[in-house]
């Protein structure tokens, strides 16, 4: 009987899991001409791959770099950003950070 019970919560943890990733995942999508923008881009390529390879974060991650050339802002490369600057990301899993105008 307690192996039914505990097999059973272990299918709704996987079921409620993969349901939280495909929400994630499909809010915001970026579309297809915006990805191949960011792929045609020499600066974002790898980036694009990196953020490709991981399908938990892969959404939040292409957006974030969607946002940061968007904006025309650099990713923080430091853990900190300069004087008059703040960091600013995307609040979801794998986003990249940047610096913005602190104002």
Known sequence: MNN????????????AYGSYIFIQN???????????NLRGDPDYYKLVTKCEADPETKTCCLKS??????GGYAILKDQSCGEGEKT????????YK???PAI
């Open 4 to 15: 039914k019970i505990v097999a059973i919560l272990i299918i709704i943890a996987a079921v």
């Open 26 to 36: 499909q809010s915001g999508v970026i579309s297809q001409a915006e990805l191949e």
């Open 65 to 70: 770099l969607k946002a940061i050339k968007d």
């Open 88 to 95: 600013d990301s995307l609040k979801c899993s794998g986003s």
């Open 98 to 100: 940047w610096c913005i």
